[in-house]
């Protein structure tokens, strides 16, 4: 399109472009039909109905805890949920809700051993399996792991899936940032951190590309009149939707994490409990993104020579932290390499 006719079509974009930014909070997400099996405090346990199931052993999905989980089912057409239900899965999914000021004492110890295990034993007792895959992604990926790690070859988790997960932050943006973070004072102060807070922080790290970037890019695709409206509004509405971060998680992340690196030295412990990274005997997959700027290649790729699994797969994608899975690519690509690790692990 030349200047003549972009400047023809400057009127009529404008007010394509301002609807679809003022019309983004209605978009639809999460679509898929899917029941609740069990809630306890803010959590709750969803299956996907289907009636496809050939594969026994269920997937249990587990999102971090900043945004939502919806980012697995993200809209019709380009969702993750949807294509694991056509490609046979039996799907579970948990969803750590929208803590309030009551859950200001809520730790890691508390989303592991309390709610993610719980949610375990409800996916086992609804599926009627004595096993099952987890599948993390984000902070999800390593309370994933934290679990996997704690319960060792007694575990009922047959293959762990830990998508861009943060395992070995150091030297990241985020550890630097967050090194001299007086993590007391901030999480003495409020029951929990504000979600918007943190998608601001998250944003800052790549400024340009998340406040510039992002809206050139939908005005130039509404001047050319391919605006993608459904997948621009979808990703927006979810990446605007930040529930609050419990203080005491923040708290323990933030140290054990970034500041001490904790993890991976072996020094973390839950319920007097330590977790040991080298008790994870689950058959293992690891996909890390050479975009991610949240959890870089670097800090997931030592877990590697750390699990006692045999079998571990890596793939190393190009991509971001979310658009790896959920960008326009990921269900030609990603998405079927990871059905089919499934396939091969997940029948009696």
Known sequence: MNPLEQL??????????TNILLTTPDASVGRTPRDPVWTHRNTTLYRYRS?????????????????????????RGNSFVEFLLDEGFDVFLVDWGVPDDEDSDMGLANFVC???????????????????????????GTLCAMYCALHGHESPVRNAVLLTTPIDPTGSLYGRWLQDVDVDYVADAMPSLPGQGIDWANKMMKPVTNYWTTYRRL???VVEGKPARDSYQAMARWVADNPPFPAQAWREWTRWMYQENRLVRGAVELRGQPV?????EQNLLVVTAGADH?????????????VGSRDVTHLARE??????????????????????????????
């Open 8 to 17: 023809v079509a400057a009127p009529r974009a404008a007010l394509e472009f």
């Open 51 to 75: 009636s496809r199931r050939t594969h026994p052993v269920p997937i249990l999905l587990v999102f971090a805890l900043i945004n939502r989980p919806e980012i697995f089912d993200l809209r």
């Open 114 to 140: 309390d709610e993610l295990d719980w949610a375990v034993r409800e996916t086992l007792r609804a599926s009627g399996e004595d096993e099952l895959t987890l599948l993390g992604w984000c902070i999800g």
């Open 219 to 221: 005005w130039q695709n």
């Open 276 to 280: 040991d990274l080298g008790r994870i």
């Open 294 to 306: 949240i959890a870089p290649r670097e800090s997931t790729v030592p877990l590697l020579d750390l």
């Open 319 to 348: 991509g971001g932290h979310i658009g790896l899975m959920a960008g326009s690519k990921a269900k030609r690509e990603i998405w079927p390499e990871l059905a089919r690790w499934l396939e091969e692990r997940s029948d009696h």
